[in-house]
């Protein structure tokens, strides 16, 4: 006879946080988001650590390198998605690295008697506007100059003239030495009214650039989330299928954790990969996923999963419970697991962080999943309406949308990850369809943030920690729940005042 869970599947919108005291030390401006990514014995710090509790989905229509690119500065983290050849996402995961590092190795790079339209071709691929002039062409050639888009014109010079002719020499520019710290570079770059300033060994081999620009990112986003050597991190998804050639791949190209992606993680599978992975590559965190209840998630963190994904079938484009009966309410899910977590840390004295991946439709349910003991949250739809997304975007009668498909969808063609029994999809456990266009990842997230650091504030917290300990929570009826939304006429213009 099948085993009957006694409580009810219940989803976000079925509770409300009920206020704390707001001490006087509670304002938005000193709640800390600061969130553990993986595993870490208890009272030491995680090996990575979020400035903002926010990872993107594994999926083709969200997690492009541009989007993120953004999200790292903003302190969270992407996840770039697996279906695709391990050339292609190893390709993408350097993109991110090299976009931004404090200390930046070159990707645009020409030899000296290359052509000004070869170093055009060079500049549009990359798009960078700074190239390095070395004797190979290579990123750690013996550098031999700078050559910038304002040193030449496409109208006024000859695109077949050689590189050399509109360099700046590498005796006339100013440079420094491999032992230079970040902070030494930097104030170069001001003090000496520098663009950019070449970082070069003994030999005159060229090491990286440090740019102005990356000083001014600094100050406009202070909770990048970067490495050790300041560049922005970023994750990558990988499959229990090619993992044993895709990881080491991911490795190479500075992938900072990685993340098995499952529509159903409660397998032998699943296990068996996170056994080989942390056997052959201890070093590189890698979460497992997704579950829905405590023994799941026991199952995985005892294979050696440093964090756990949670939730099925409750993204705004699966229709996993739909075709299968398969699934969880995703409050339901994340209070169990959290639980399970606890009693994991109380029993080995090693804490495995959980993500809420999907279910969350509102801003506030971020709040809510994070009151409930996740983490951090890993949301698709959310990311999937910004100008960093894949999706396209396209006009309607009432404003812009952007396309967003599952990785359950025919489109998507990620048979793979949801095992059926064949070489493709029997059938769709996701849609293909389109959200509305929010805009630029930056002031979006940025609102989403503010609502996060005011909820708190009203529950009296500063850290997410304390926020878990403390929050209360309350059901709601259907009729509170209506009662929570606006129930008056709308203005559709604005009031003029005389």
């Known amino acids: 006879m099948a085993q009957v869970i006694a409580e009810v599947s219940r989803t976000f919108n079925e509770f409300l946080l009920l206020p704390n005291r707001t001490r006087t030390d509670c304002s938005p401006a000193t709640v800390d988001l600061r969130t553990p990514l993986v595993r870490h014995a208890v009272g030491e710090p995680s090996a990575i650590e979020l400035g903002s509790p926010f990872t993107s989905a594994i999926m083709q229509a969200v997690s492009t390198p541009e989007l993120a690119v953004a999200l790292a500065r903003n302190g969270g983290l992407s996840f770039l998605h697996h279906n695709q050849s391990i050339q292609d996402q190893a390709a993408a995961v350097r993109q991110v690295k090299n976009f931004k590092a404090g200390f930046v190795t070159s990707d645009t790079n020409v030899r000296p008697d290359d052509s000004l339209s070869h170093l055009v071709a060079v500049m549009l691929r990359t798009g960078h506007s700074t190239a390095a002039v070395t004797h190979d062409g290579s990123a750690t050639g013996r550098l031999l100059g700078l050559v910038t888009s304002r040193d030449f ?9 050689p590189v050399s002719g509109r360099m700046t020499a590498v005796a006339d520019l100013p440079h420094a030495a491999a032992d230079t710290t970040l902070s030494e570079a930097n104030a170069r770059l001001w003090d000496q009214r520098l663009d950019c300033l070449p970082v070069l060994d003994a030999e005159g081999h060229l090491q990286y650039l440090v740019f102005r620009s990356d000083y001014t990112d600094n100050k406009r986003f202070p909770n990048q989330a970067v490495d050790s050597a300041k560049r922005l991190r970023v994750g990558a998804g990988i499959n229990t299928h090619d993992y044993q050639e895709r990881v080491p791949a991911l490795l190479e190209a500075g992938a900072d954790a990685l993340c098995f992606d499952s529509s159903d993680g409660y397998s032998d599978w699943q296990a068996q990969a996170l056994t080989w992975v942390k056997k052959h590559y201890p070093e590189i965190p890698t979460g497992g996923g997704n579950v829905v209840d405590g023994e799941a998630f026991t199952f995985l963190a005892e294979a050696g999963a440093d964090f756990v994904k949670v939730g099925v079938g409750g993204g705004s484009i699966c229709i996993t419970r ?46 809510l999943a994070l009151a409930m003991g996740a983490d951090f949250v890993m949301m698709g739809r959310y990311f999937a309406r910004f100008d960093q997304a894949a999706g396209a975007k396209l006009p309607t009668r009432d404003g812009f949308v952007k396309e967003y498909w599952g990785e359950g969808s025919n489109r998507a063609r990620n048979w793979q990850r949801y095992g059926q029994g064949g070489q493709g999809l ?5 849609v293909d369809g389109y959200v509305p266009y929010a805009g630029d990842l930056d002031e979006g997230l940025a609102v989403t943030v503010a609502k996060l650091r005011t909820t708190m504030v009203s529950c009296g917290s500063t850290t997410l920690p304390e926020f878990q300990s403390t929050a209360r929570l309350t059901l709601v ?22």
């Open 153 to 161: 014109h496409p109208q006024r010079h000859d695109l077949d003239g």
């Open 322 to 367: 739909d075709q299968k009966g398969i699934g969880r309410g995703q409050a339901s899910a994340v209070l169990d697991v959290a639980a399970a977590r606890d009693a994991f840390r109380d029993r080995t004295g090693e804490y495995v962080p959980i993500c809420s991946d999907g279910g969350l439709v509102h801003d506030y349910h971020v709040a």
């Open 426 to 430: 029997i059938f769709e456990e996701g």
């Open 477 to 498: 009826s259907d009729q509170s729940f209506q009662e929570s939304h606006a129930n008056v006429t709308l203005r559709d213009s604005p009031m003029t005042v005389a």
